[in-house]
């Protein structure tokens, strides 16, 4: 898989940061524990930007 381009990795980032905002503000707000599903997207989208990360520095590896 190629990295990611500079505009799906700004949209992730912004991604992860809303969903991490809304965390919060979701579990004071709501009753019950709906706010657990903003915060396993935005691990979800950590690991993806992470990985992207990890791919980048292994192509720069292979280029050297």
Request: proline share 5%; glycine share 4%.
């Amino acid at each position: 898989m190629p990295p990611l381009s500079r505009a799906q990795r700004l949209l992730a980032w912004f991604g992860f940061v809303s969903a991490a905002l809304m965390s919060p503000v979701a579990a004071v707000v709501i009753n019950d524990a709906s706010w657990l599903f903003s915060a396993c997207v935005a691990g979800l989208v950590a690991v993806v930007i992470l990985a992207d990360d990890k791919a980048r520095r292994a192509a720069r590896q292979s280029d050297y």
